[in-house]
């Protein structure tokens, strides 16, 4: 065998080794690459998922959030509307003269708190009243009602801030 042909094959041995080399170094880096490839798209859909349960958990608290609201403002109206129907009977007992307002006076009177001159209606003791004319009576139950208004409005506006505080 002649130097030449052993350097022929010395280099085909070479140039098939490297080739081989190279494929399997080449399959390995693929191999890595689909397994960090693989890697990221589980760690992206745990992420998703992740999302997605809080998401979720988020619009059950907000539902539960707007039921409570709900519950609330229906709770408000029903007030409002019985207050506003007490006002207008009472408005109505007044107008008719079915009902008649009164205020204590300040001044007692002489007999020890027993009124000069009894009345056929009715035997009260205790302090002097005196009734209102009937438009006062009326200015004065509106003025009440638009309070107790304010007021049903005010515990409406506690609750929902309550409501959404939590």
Do not use: F
């Not at 035997?123 to 004065?140: I, N, S």
């Amino acid at each position: 065998m002649s130097v030449l042909d052993w350097r022929v094959a010395l280099l085909l041995g070479l140039g098939l080794g490297g080739a081989a080399a190279w494929h399997w170094q080449a399959n390995s880096y693929g191999a890595q690459l689909a397994d960090q490839a693989s890697a990221y798209g589980r760690e992206r859909e745990a992420a998703a998922l992740s999302v997605i349960e809080r998401q979720q958990t988020e619009q059950t608290r907000r539902r539960v959030v707007e039921a409570r609201l709900q519950a609330s403002d229906e709770t408000h109206q029903k007030e409002m509307t019985n207050v506003q129907q007490a006002q207008a009977r009472l408005r109505d007992r007044l107008a008719t003269a079915d009902l008649r307002l009164s205020v204590l006076l300040a001044a007692p009177t002489s007999g020890g708190g027993l009124p000069a001159t009894t009345s056929s209606s009715g035997v009260v003791h205790g302090a002097t009243r005196a009734q209102l004319d009937p438009a006062h009576a009326q200015r004065v139950v509106g003025i009440v009602g638009d309070g107790d208004q304010g007021l049903i409005a005010l515990q409406a506006c506690q609750a929902y801030v309550r409501a959404v505080a939590q």
